[in-house]
């Protein structure tokens, strides 16, 4: 059985931090790019970063870049997402997903993927 399972979310104050964790099992880690999507309320669904199969390259959305960073432990079939500096409108459910390509190549939030996480909440006062 496929699995997907982000974990790590919560309350903080603004410019604080956390570590969300997606772990994952059923499909071969090293051979899917892993994204990281978010959904605010109200709002369309919004690719935050992601990671390619080899992890050698990652990629960000504007509004996180320099804050965020998304790192991988192919030896406990996890990514990570740091997230350093949240600011109120980081606020949002915070998905995985792994599609089976070996780079991203960007952010996209259409980006068609095969397996999906439940996603994980993230809330950031003010």
């Known amino acids: 059985e496929v699995q997907l399972v982000e974990s790590g979310g919560g309350l903080v104050q603004a410019g604080g931090s956390l570590r969300l964790s997606c772990a994952s099992s059923g499909f071969r880690f090293d051979d899917y790019a892993i994204d990281w999507f978010r959904q605010a309320p109200g709002k369309e669904r919004e690719g935050v970063a992601c990671?390619?199969?080899?992890?050698?390259?990652?990629y960000y959305v504007d509004s996180v870049k320099g804050r965020f960073t998304v790192s991988a432990d192919n030896a406990k079939n996890t990514v990570y997402l740091q997230m350093n500096n949240l600011k109120p409108e980081d606020t949002a459910v915070y998905y995985c997903a792994a599609v089976s390509v070996p780079i991203c190549g960007g952010i996209d939030a259409q980006r068609s993927m095969d397996y999906w996480g439940k996603g994980t909440l993230v809330t950031v006062s003010s």
């Open positions: 990671i390619s199969s080899r992890r050698r390259s990652a």
